[in-house]
């Protein structure tokens, strides 16, 4: 057997995982880094896709395989999103290139090359899924074959939060030969969820109080139905007083529908609602100028880079009474957010302008911290562990603390092993 880190080692992004046996070849994710676009040096002979989650970081690349018919494993609620995600990165790759090779009918395509069950098996391999928490949909990925149990986490939380159940540990399998796991965080610990939604509750009421505009930029899948569903259900239980409040995004508009349909996967308390993102004080905008302010507006995109959160953080972040809130927890450098946190005047199309409202990052991540990640070691006791999906700083973080429960390998992009 070999395992082939081909993306997402040394990197966030890109992820992809070639394991080849005598029978079988695999690619455990098929992802891209979206400032980098699509990749055409990833393997196609393969026998199967098995896909961790929707987010282009690990879907991405499938639009490269619409014309091979390689079964694709994941997810009904994958399969749902990423269809959505990827029709949507055709558009705006299509908008800018103009010569973009995909369109609609390749997204169709890969749809229909999907297989979504929780278990199948190829010539000599058995795969397994199981529920991972970060976001709906995402499962982790076992292998058995060759005499081996190899474990790929994909991107997980063992937290639960307030429309998704954290990953349960007591249904994986133990001391796998091979644990993948991701690193995202791995040097960061965080206060608990129920403090930093706390903190962000806090924030909002500060601001409503002076009467100003709350910009939370956000991401289209299940951060944004996340935080509108928060917002939503604290104004109804009198946590936050009542205020014009929004979500402004057509794709989060579409992928909505999902949580709808797939509420089944969600967690006990919003699977016991009554249609719950059918949110009764967030209303649903198609354009910023429908805005009432002063107001609460969760849009995308969910770094600042464009969309309406680029347009409402220009126009909202030289007002001291406002608040901008980031709830991402990592940001690119270049990233209007992160200028906008870190400086005193960001600048847009030559003009500049001075940063006087309240900006503040409150993590509200889908993702391990150290804690749950050193504890998730722990409670599997794997052979080997392999660190990806990291930048080096949190892997090498993660590593320092895990060493002492089991074998750590920090893989190389582009590296082969034999376990």
């Known amino acids: 057997m070999r395992i082939t880190f081909s993306g997402g080692a040394g990197e966030v992004g890109g992820s992809a995982i070639i394991v080849e046996t005598e029978y079988a070849k695999v690619a455990l994710d098929y992802g891209i880094k979206v400032e980098e676009g699509l990749r055409y040096d990833l393997p196609q002979d393969l026998d199967a896709v098995v896909v961790t989650h929707a987010h282009l970081d690990h879907s991405g690349n499938l639009l490269t395989l619409s014309d091979t018919g390689i079964a694709i494993i994941g997810s009904e609620a994958t399969r749902d999103v990423a269809s959505e995600l990827l029709e949507d990165l055709v558009k705006i790759q299509n908008r800018k290139e103009g010569t973009f090779p995909y369109d609609q009918t390749h997204v169709e395509r890969v749809a229909k090359m999907w297989i979504p069950r929780e278990k199948t098996a190829l010539p000599g391999m058995e795969i397994h899924l199981y529920p991972a928490g970060h976001v709906l949909g995402a ?4 292998l058995k074959t060759e005499g081996k149990d190899i474990l790929y986490t994909g991107d997980f939380c063992l937290h639960e939060t307030e429309i998704l159940q954290g990953a349960d540990v ?27 939604v706390k903190g962000l509750f806090e924030s909002i009421v500060q601001t409503e109080e002076k009467g100003g505009n709350v910009l939370i930029p956000t991401f289209a899948f299940h951060r944004m139905q996340e935080m509108a ?16 409040a929004y979500y402004l995004s057509g794709l989060g508009h579409k992928i909505t529908g999902y949580f709808h349909k797939h509420q089944r996967y969600l967690s006990k308390m919003v699977q016991d609602e009554e249609s719950p993102f059918n949110y009764r004080f967030v209303k649903h905008l198609r354009r910023a100028e429908q805005i009432r302010e002063p ?92 660190l990806v999906h990291g930048n ?17 390998v920090v893989p190389s992009k582009g590296e082969s092993f034999e376990p």
Not at 172 to 192: A, F, H, N, Q
Request: with cysteine; hydrophobic share 35%.
């Open 139 to 142: 499962r982790m990925v076992h």
């Open 392 to 408: 080096p700083d949190q892997t090498e973080a993660l590593a320092k603390r895990i060493d002492s429960l089991t074998e750590v």
């Open 229 to 244: 569903h928060r917002i939503d259900s604290a104004m109804e239980d009198g946590v936050l007083p009542r205020y014009n």
């Open 295 to 386: 107001a609460i507006v969760v849009c995308t995109a969910g770094f600042g880079h464009a969309g309406a959160s680029r347009k409402l953080l220009f126009d909202w972040v030289s007002d001291e009474d406002n608040a901008i809130l980031i709830n991402s927890g990592y940001l690119p450098e270049d990233s209007p957010l992160s200028e906008a946190k870190e400086k005193t005047v960001i600048k847009e199309k030559g003009r500049k302008f001075p940063v006087h409202a309240t900006v503040k990052q409150i993590e509200l991540s889908g993702h391990g911290d150290q804690y749950e990640l050193a504890e998730f070691v722990k409670q599997v006791h794997p052979r080997k562990t392999f």
């Open 170 to 196: 007591d249904v994986l399998p133990k001391e796998p030969d091979v644990l993948i796991m991701e690193s995202t965080y791995g040097g960061t610990l965080r206060p608990s969820r129920d403090e930093l």
